[in-house]
């Protein structure tokens, strides 16, 4: 696919794109060439595609407040209100926020270097987003509205920020640092209820720091946790098209038991996103395997939840697989370990073995259910509504409601709320009762506080 091939420019690893190396040491600076930039698309969405929204379109929304979260799993706030721009409402619960201080925030560093943004540049961003652009449908203006009037909480359970900041970077390089400024930039994507999300980072380059990878860059990722509480937490692991590349490498593994095991500084929540596709992967089998296993041993080994891509194709089955490797951890140790089924777009009976199986296994549903068939749809409403979770998998499954008020083609964190829409009409509930279930079952599986 054409478009394909523009995503092949060269990865910058995101702290050093404005030219810079690490400000605090966290990063050595290299001088040596990046290689190409090769996106994971965790769930072999098209680039090129967006899903379609089950209701119509767009309003313009709030701006989420940032903090600063030194102790950010026992002492989180829920203090802070954001304005609507025009529904004058207030956020009223938000998971792990701290009261701004702008005393202690980072300053956000410019794409260009020796420039700045002015406080009235950024209003000018804002109010620049709000136009409705040429690819805009009106149809979607109630849509939004709605989103934006709802005062139930969600959160977004699985995306990865470092693939939405390569993406919007390559598009907009003079703009972008990371989610502060996709939430000011974009306040529409981000209904005020929108509490925060559970970033996944899957692709070793970016945090191990291995002679062979010029893609590390802990500093931007250490910069985001610290600058932003939207982030109620992180997942850690190696994807399995990447697993050839790092099942062998002693750093990745030495690297990821290091991170699991100092949980306050990276924010960890989990293990993952792991597993085995067979869909279209360049890995073999065997590293696949091995990868798995081995993650699934660190789950028990730091007693957290389990993040698992399992993907179908013509080299077989990856349910049998995940689930053999699963069996026998859960053999050796004991069979209640949390598992996120990361973005289900399997059967009934597919569910039903996972349940069998894994007595603590929730699925987690991104914007693919705007297209599901028949027999996806369901599996969603027979599985029942405290094993759901609400995930984006961003940059992927844009939903077209937020066409035309946000990045093309870019899912940000805030439009999970419209695949709850879709699990609401299916299961027929509120949306409301979706957004409240989605959110507590999420508090649950990654045990996080909530007042």
């Given at each position: 696919?054409?478009?394909?091939?523009?995503?092949?420019?060269?990865?910058?690893?995101?702290?050093?794109?404005?030219?810079?190396?690490?400000?605090?040491?966290?990063?050595?600076?290299?001088?040596?060439?990046?290689?190409?930039?090769?996106?994971?698309?965790?769930?072999?969405?098209?680039?090129?595609?967006?899903?379609?929204?089950?209701?119509?379109?767009?309003?313009?929304?709030?701006?989420?407040?940032?903090?600063?979260?030194?102790?950010?799993?026992?002492?989180?706030?829920?203090?802070?209100?954001?304005?609507?721009?025009?529904?004058?409402?207030?956020?009223?619960?938000?998971?792990?926020?701290?009261?701004?201080?702008?005393?202690?925030?980072?300053?956000?560093?410019?794409?260009?270097?020796?420039?700045?943004?002015?406080?009235?540049?950024?209003?000018?961003?804002?109010?620049?987003?709000?136009?409705?652009?040429?690819?805009?449908?009106?149809?979607?203006?109630?849509?939004?509205?709605?989103?934006?009037?709802?005062?139930?909480?969600?959160?977004?359970?699985?995306?990865?920020?470092?693939?939405?900041?390569?993406?919007?970077?390559?598009?907009?390089?003079?703009?972008?640092?990371?989610?502060?400024?996709?939430?000011?930039?974009?306040?529409?994507?981000?209904?005020?209820?929108?509490?925060?999300?559970?970033?996944?980072?899957?692709?070793?380059?970016?945090?191990?720091?291995?002679?062979?990878?010029?893609?590390?860059d802990m500093e931007w990722i250490l910069r985001e946790l610290e600058e932003s509480g939207l982030y109620i937490g992180t997942t850690w692991g190696?994807?399995?098209?990447?697993?050839?590349?790092?099942?062998?490498?002693?750093?990745?593994?030495?690297?990821?038991?290091?991170?699991?095991?100092?949980?306050?500084?990276?924010?960890?929540?989990?293990?993952?996103?792991?597993?085995?596709?067979?869909?279209?992967?360049?890995?073999?089998?065997?590293?696949?395997?091995?990868?798995?296993?081995?993650?699934?041993a660190l789950a028990y080994k730091h007693k957290l939840p389990l993040v698992v891509h399992c993907r179908n194709g013509k080299q077989g089955n990856?349910?049998?697989?995940?689930?053999?490797?699963?069996?026998?951890?859960?053999?050796?140790?004991?069979?209640?370990?949390?598992?996120?089924?990361?973005?289900?777009?399997?059967?009934?009976?597919?569910?039903?073995?996972?349940?069998?199986?894994?007595?603590?296994?929730?699925?987690?549903?991104?914007?693919?259910?705007?297209?599901?068939?028949?027999?996806?749809?369901?599996?969603?409403?027979?599985?029942?509504?405290?094993?759901?979770?609400?995930?984006?998998?961003?940059?992927?499954?844009?939903?077209?409601?937020?066409?035309?008020?946000?990045?093309?083609?870019?899912?940000?964190?805030?439009?999970?709320?419209?695949?709850?829409?879709?699990?609401?009409?299916?299961?027929?509930?509120?949306?409301?009762?979706?957004?409240?279930?989605?959110?507590?079952?999420?508090?649950?599986?990654?045990?996080?506080?909530?007042?």
């Open positions: 696919m054409s478009s394909q091939r523009s995503f092949q420019e060269m990865y910058q690893p995101p702290a050093r794109r404005s030219g810079g190396g690490s400000s605090n040491g966290e990063t050595p600076p290299r001088n040596n060439r990046p290689p190409p930039f090769e996106p994971i698309n965790c769930c072999g969405e098209s680039e090129d595609s967006f899903v379609d929204s089950p209701a119509k379109s767009t309003t313009n929304s709030l701006r989420s407040s940032n903090s600063n979260s030194s102790n950010w799993r026992e002492r989180p706030q829920l203090d802070v209100k954001r304005t609507s721009l025009d529904l004058s409402i207030t956020d009223k619960c938000n998971i792990g926020r701290q009261k701004h201080n702008s005393s202690r925030r980072i300053p956000v560093v410019t794409r260009t270097a020796g420039q700045s943004r002015s406080n009235s540049s950024l209003e000018q961003e804002r109010n620049e987003s709000y136009v409705k652009e040429e690819n805009f449908n009106v149809q979607y203006e109630m849509t939004l509205r709605k989103y934006h009037s709802t005062d139930v909480p969600y959160i977004d359970s699985h995306c990865h920020t470092d693939f939405i900041f390569n993406m919007l970077h390559r598009k907009y390089p003079e703009n972008h640092v990371g989610i502060t400024d996709w939430v000011d930039k974009y306040p529409a994507a981000f209904p005020k209820s929108f509490a925060g999300f559970i970033a996944n980072f899957i692709k070793p380059g970016l945090f191990v720091n291995d002679t062979e990878s010029s893609e590390y190696c994807h399995p098209h990447q697993a050839e590349t790092w099942w062998k490498k002693g750093t990745f593994w030495t690297t990821l038991d290091h991170i699991l095991s100092n949980v306050s500084k990276y924010k960890v929540l989990a293990v993952g996103e792991c597993g085995i596709d067979l869909h279209r992967c360049e890995s073999s089998l065997e590293s696949q395997k091995v990868v798995f296993d081995k993650h699934v990856s349910e049998d697989e995940c689930l053999k490797i699963l069996k026998e951890q859960m053999e050796k140790n004991h069979p209640f370990l949390k598992i996120h089924r990361h973005c289900y777009t399997e059967n009934w009976s597919t569910a039903q073995r996972w349940l069998k199986q894994c007595p603590d296994v929730h699925f987690g549903f991104t914007g693919a259910v705007l297209s599901f068939n028949e027999g996806q749809i369901e599996a969603i409403r027979r599985i029942p509504l405290d094993r759901i979770l609400l995930e984006t998998d961003g940059p992927y499954f844009k939903p077209k409601c937020f066409e035309g008020i946000a990045p093309s083609k870019v899912c940000l964190p805030g439009m999970a709320i419209a695949t709850a829409e879709r699990l609401a009409e299916i299961k027929n509930v509120p949306l409301e009762e979706m957004l409240r279930a989605t959110y507590n079952n999420a508090r649950r599986v990654y045990q996080v506080p909530v007042f």
